[in-house]
């Protein structure tokens, strides 16, 4: 069961939207955030409790997501963590190396509120149906 999420994004309006998205789709669920990836990869670290799913951009300042994923995978704690990219990029190749450093998915951020909602919502269900 999908209990908590943590975002790893330096956009702090797409956490915003994204935490209402999240709180639409399931109020139980508890979400955290944090605005870069190597504050992620602490936060994950620091607990012996994980989220049970991350949603991670990929453009960040620093650490970008495609690292910060990769170090998620070397890190035998959180290797099985599952791991979605949620980014406004459009490119197919960013999809293609999200996919080949371990993401468990790959969202295109609310451009369109609805459709972002329901994106969230089939991926909800996805993972909770593994």
């Keep these: 069961m999908l209990k908590s999420v943590l975002i790893i994004d330096d956009n702090q309006d797409d956490i915003l939207i994204t935490r209402r998205v999240i709180s639409k789709i399931d109020p139980e669920i508890e979400v955290e955030a944090v605005s870069s990836g190597q504050e992620g990869l602490d936060f994950?670290?620091?607990?012996?409790?994980?989220?049970?799913?991350?949603?991670?951009?990929?453009?960040?300042?620093?650490?970008?997501?495609f690292?910060?994923?990769?170090?998620?995978?070397?890190?035998?704690?959180?290797?099985?963590?599952?791991?979605?990219?949620?980014?406004?990029?459009?490119?197919?190749?960013?999809?293609k190396e999200s996919l080949a450093c371990g993401s468990d998915g790959f969202l295109h951020k609310a451009v369109d509120m609805d459709r972002f909602s329901k994106d969230v919502a089939l991926l909800f269900d996805r993972l909770l149906h593994r």
Excluded: C, N, Y
Excluded at 44 to 65: A, C, I
């Design 67 to 95: 690292d910060t994923l990769r170090r998620i995978r070397a890190d035998k704690s959180l290797q099985d963590l599952p791991v979605v990219v949620v980014t406004s990029s459009s490119l197919e190749s960013d999809e």
């Design 44 to 65: 994950l670290r620091k607990g012996t409790e994980h989220p049970t799913l991350v949603l991670l951009d990929l453009k960040m300042p620093g650490m970008s997501g």
